[in-house]
């Protein structure tokens, strides 16, 4: 079991930037992917940024160039700077864990809006 808390949500202007962190508990060990998804009010929830194991990076077509994942293998935690923020950003961020068994385990989200 692996438990999930995310913080660093809020409200920010367009063109900016807010860092998202995820601390894993439990049984990391057995982490091999961790990442970030989004769910927008009246939409379906869709990958933000991956980051496996092994230090391979996926990230969703939209967030490109704006949105760097990273980790601290010390504290247990995966990061997501968010930059040149757009309001369409605006959406309920979560933490997404996959351990060796391929079993999901989610945070419980941090909302980000972005609005002037």
């Known amino acids: 079991q692996v438990q999930l808390v995310e913080s660093g949500g809020g409200l920010v202007q367009p063109g900016g930037s807010l860092r998202l962190s995820c601390v894993a508990s439990g049984s990391v060990f057995s982490i091999i992917v961790m990442g970030w998804y989004r769910q927008a009010p009246g939409k379906q929830r869709e990958l933000v940024a991956t980051?496996?194991?092994?230090?391979?990076?996926n990230y969703a077509d939209s967030v490109k160039g704006r949105f760097t994942i990273s980790r601290d293998n010390a504290k247990n935690t995966v990061y997501l700077q968010m930059n040149s923020l757009k309001p369409e950003d605006t959406a309920v961020y979560y933490c997404?864990?996959?351990?060796?068994?391929?079993?999901?385990?989610w945070g419980q989200g941090t909302q980000v809006t972005v609005s002037s």
């Open positions: 997404n864990v996959v351990d060796g068994t391929f079993t999901d385990y």
């Open positions: 980051l496996a194991r092994g230090g391979k990076t």
